[in-house]
């Protein structure tokens, strides 16, 4: 793609870095905020710059947070004995939109996987294995999405806390094989919480 303006490549190239957006997506973004008034383009840098300045992470469940300690563990109604373990942001905005998961969360910020390189190091699992064996937890569910690396995942955590007497649990199987979380309805979701099934006779039965 040639352009005839330099500030226009270099705007275009750092839209097109984002994903799915390819170079022509991005000429279309770039040359729809020119047209706007300057404030817009001001607004979303404005908006850009704070988020990634200012952005906490919550110190307990990790997930994206205004405050130090998030809303949802800062609450005091919140079941804080039960802990759903969830990949991302997205799958904690997904089961609080069903309205029926009223325990706590922790953000592991990934799965296993070693084709990309991710190893249990890079991911927030020592901090869990940690809130399990000196808090008082009940019941730990598994949510990760039901992938290999999911599973791996899944089992990686189990591994270090089976012999924590608390009971292991993993989302019903209304979520289909593969699928992301955060794309399932609200009742779908919500239905796999409520029947949960215990993670050890799970995988037994692998
Ligand atoms: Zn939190």
Do not use: W
Not at 55 to 83: F, W
């Amino acid at each position: 793609m040639d352009f005839p303006s330099k500030l226009l490549e270099n705007a275009v190239n750092e839209v097109a870095q984002l994903p799915g957006i390819g170079k022509r997506t991005a000429l279309r973004l770039v040359l729809f905020l020119l047209q706007q008034p300057s404030d817009q383009t001001m607004a979303l840098s404005n908006s850009l710059l704070a988020l990634r300045n200012d952005i906490k992470y919550c110190r307990s469940c990790h997930t994206i947070s205004d405050n130090e300690l998030c809303e949802i563990c800062s609450n005091p109604s919140r079941d804080h004995a039960t802990i759903c373990v969830v990949e991302d942001i997205r799958d904690v905005m997904a089961l609080e939109n069903t309205q029926l998961y009223k325990g706590i969360y922790h953000v592991l910020g990934g799965k296993i996987s070693p084709i990309d390189g991710i190893g249990p190091g890079q991911l927030n699992i020592k901090s869990l294995v940690e809130k399990v064996r000196n808090s008082k937890v009940n019941e730990l569910i598994f949510a990760l999405s039901s992938t290999m690396e999911g599973d791996t995942t899944n089992f990686y955590i189990y591994r270090q806390i089976k012999d924590c007497e608390i009971i292991t649990s993993t989302i019903a199987r209304g979520i289909a094989v593969g699928d992301e979380l955060q794309y399932a309805d609200e009742v779908t979701l919500g239905r796999s919480l409520l029947h949960r099934v215990p993670f050890d006779k799970e995988f037994k039965d692998l």
